[in-house]
């Protein structure tokens, strides 16, 4: 399997900081890579996939790059709705493995 | 838009077998861009994917599951299922199905709210 190791685990910011979640794979999965929001009680949101491509709907200050193994998701100007915990994902091979997550909360 | 919506018994006796069905609306299950997944998360823990399968039938497993999973469709009620047999408490989670654009990425980029499976005698 595909090991997907976030860094950090938690982060505490504020509203309207720049924060950056990073991913690194065990092996390359090349762009097969997305990234999800998930709400506490809620099902996971898809925010980036292939790397870097926007999900229709989520706002600009969210973004990916990376590709190969090691990938980040920026926000920039965070949002009272942005704190959540942030789970990267390959889908590149079977079986499709997620990050440990990254969770998010206010300073 | 399509909206999926999960259904099947919060609980579940230890040793059995978890049975739960996803059915997709405002779209086709047939739909030749789309695999139908299953994601489960332990309690306070992260994601594991089950599984997915395609309209016609064919079925992806997680290896770590794949001798008690079984995921299969129903197109005629627009309905994919998962089953899980010889449960144990390990098996206690919120289950999702979701939708995977297999003409993409293999994205997930609709999800059911989740239902939450408890095992216990």
């Known amino acids: 399997d595909i090991q997907m190791t976030q860094s950090p685990s938690s982060l505490s910011a504020s509203v309207g900081d720049r924060v950056t979640i990073t991913c690194r794979a065990s092996q390359s999965v090349n762009n097969y890579f997305n990234w999800y929001q998930q709400k506490p009680r809620k099902a996971p949101k898809l925010l980036i996939y292939a790397a870097s491509s926007l999900q229709s709907g989520v706002p600009s200050r969210f973004s990916g790059s990376g590709s190969g193994t090691n990938f980040t998701l920026t926000i920039t100007s965070l949002q009272p709705e942005d704190f959540a915990t942030y789970y990267c994902?390959?889908?590149?091979?079977?079986?499709?493995?997620f990050g440990q997550g990254t969770k998010l909360d206010i300073k | 838009q399509v909206q999926l919506q999960e259904s099947g018994p919060g609980l579940v006796n230890p040793s059995q077998t978890l049975s739960l069905t996803c059915t997709v609306s405002n779209g086709s299950i047939s739909s030749s861009s789309y695999y139908w997944s299953w994601v489960r998360q332990h309690p306070g823990k992260g994601l594991e994917w089950i599984g997915y399968?395609?309209?016609?039938?064919?079925?992806y497993y997680n290896p770590s599951l794949k001798s008690r999973v079984t995921i299969s469709v129903d197109t005629s009620n627009n309905q994919f299922s998962l089953k899980l047999s010889s449960v144990t408490a390990a098996d206690a989670a919120v289950y999702y199905c979701a939708r995977a654009y297999g003409t993409n990425y293999y994205d997930m980029d609709v999800w059911g709210q989740g239902t939450t499976v408890t095992v216990s005698s």
């Open positions: 994902q390959q889908s590149y091979s079977i079986p499709y493995t």
């Open positions: 399968i395609y309209y016609s039938g064919s079925t």
